[in-house]
């Protein structure tokens, strides 16, 4: 596609329940990361993918947090058993190889609110 | 641990002014630093790239400078528009980082007056 595009554009959920949420990297783009970003705040790396293995993980703040890339496309990022503290935007953004010196494209977000 | 500044945290100026926004980094290894700006409820827009071994770039009105060694990054805005206003944030990939992950500072929220 022509960028990087997520879905849900916005989700509202009960505490409690689970929620998957879903990127679309650009094409033939092998590098993707999830962020966060809290309200007012800055954004707060999660994980990194580079093709469908993830070796950094560090960012993934419990284990309610988890998620899987299909080969060099979709990612789904899930949240088990959502509390309140997890209402965020879910940024997804995508390189077109594992160096270091190519520009990072994101998404529009997904505005996560649990009720 | 790589940590990103960002000075002034909001900047509120008359249409036409020309204006600078600062970004700065603890670790000097970095591989590139990145602008972005983000309005309100919307993802990043990348604005400039700069590799570590470059000292500026420039796209349209926008300005970057580099300079690696006192760990500053500056982004030139010209002839400042409303449209300009948004949240301004700076990002560097480290270096020593194999996860290639970008390291964010908190924004600059800029507002430019009609």
């Known amino acids: 596609g022509a960028g990087v595009s997520q879905s849900p554009s916005n989700k509202v959920t009960e505490k409690g329940k689970d929620v998957e949420l879903r990127c679309d990297p650009i094409s033939g783009h092998t590098a993707l990361y999830w962020y966060r970003q809290r309200l007012g705040q800055g954004l707060e790396f999660l994980i990194y993918f580079q093709g469908n293995s993830a070796p950094d993980k560090s960012g993934l703040p419990s284990d309610r947090f988890s998620a899987e890339r299909t080969g060099e496309s979709v990612s789904t990022l899930t949240i088990q058993r959502t509390q309140q503290e997890d209402s965020a935007v879910y940024l997804c953004a995508s390189s077109s190889l594992a160096t270091r010196n190519t520009e990072a494209f994101f998404g529009q977000g997904t505005r996560l609110t649990v009720v | 641990k790589q940590e990103v500044t960002q000075i002034p945290a909001a900047l509120s100026v008359p249409e036409g002014e020309n204006l600078v926004l600062n970004c700065s980094f603890t670790?000097?290894?970095?591989?590139?630093l990145q602008w972005f700006r983000q309005d309100p409820g919307k993802g990043l827009t990348s604005l400039l790239l700069i590799q570590s071994s470059q000292r500026e770039q420039t796209s349209g009105r926008l300005n970057a400078s580099l300079d690696k060694s006192s760990g500053r990054s500056t982004l030139y805005i010209a002839a400042s528009q409303p449209g300009d206003s948004a949240t301004y944030l700076c990002a560097v990939r480290p270096g020593v980082d194999s996860s290639y992950k970008l390291i964010f500072g908190s924004g600059t929220r800029l507002l430019v007056r009609p």
């Open positions: 670790d000097s290894a970095i591989y590139n």
